[in-house]
Nanobody, 121 residues
C-alpha cells in the first residue's frame, strides 16, 4: 500500500521559513492542506501530476512554493514569511489522477499524517 508520509513540523517564529515534505512513490498529483480547530481543511497549494502545474490559495501566494523533487521522491511545500495565522496542522494529499487544485481531491485520494506547525514568538 502506498504511504504518504510527511517530514517536518516545528515551532517557527513569525517571518521564518519551513519546508514540509510529502513522500511519494509514484508521480502523483499532490495537494497541501491546513486545518485549524473548528474549521474545515483549507487547501493551500497543489501540484498536478501531468505537467506539475502549481495552484496556490490567495493567502499563501508569494510566500509558499510547492515543488516536486524527483530525486528525493517528495513534493515539498516551502513556506516563508510565516505568520501566526499559518499555525495549524498540515496535511498532504495525493492522487494518481489529475488534480489541478485542492478542490479536485476527493474521498478516493490518500491523506497523509498531519504535521503541526506553530508560528509564534
Amino acid at each position: 500500500q502506498l504511504q504518504v508520509a510527511e517530514s517536518g513540523g516545528h515551532l517557527v517564529q513569525p517571518g521564518g521559513s519551513l519546508r514540509l515534505s510529502c513522500g511519494i512513490l509514484r508521480y502523483y498529483s499532490v495537494g497541501w492542506f491546513r486545518q485549524v480547530p473548528g474549521k474545515e481543511h483549507e487547501g493551500l497549494a497543489s501540484l498536478s501530476h501531468s505537467d506539475d502545474s502549481p495552484w496556490y490559495a490567495e493567502p499563501v501566494k508569494g510566500r509558499f512554493t510547492i515543488s516536486r523533487d524527483v530525486t528525493r521522491l517528495t513534493v515539498d511545500l516551502q513556506m516563508s514569511g510565516l505568520k501566526p495565522e499559518d499555525t495549524g496542522v498540515y496535511y498532504c494529499r495525493k492522487s494518481p489522477f489529475e488534480r489541478r487544485s485542492p478542490e479536485d481531491f476527493n474521498e478516493h485520494d490518500y491523506w497523509g499524517q498531519g504535521i503541526r506547525v506553530t508560528v509564534s514568538s
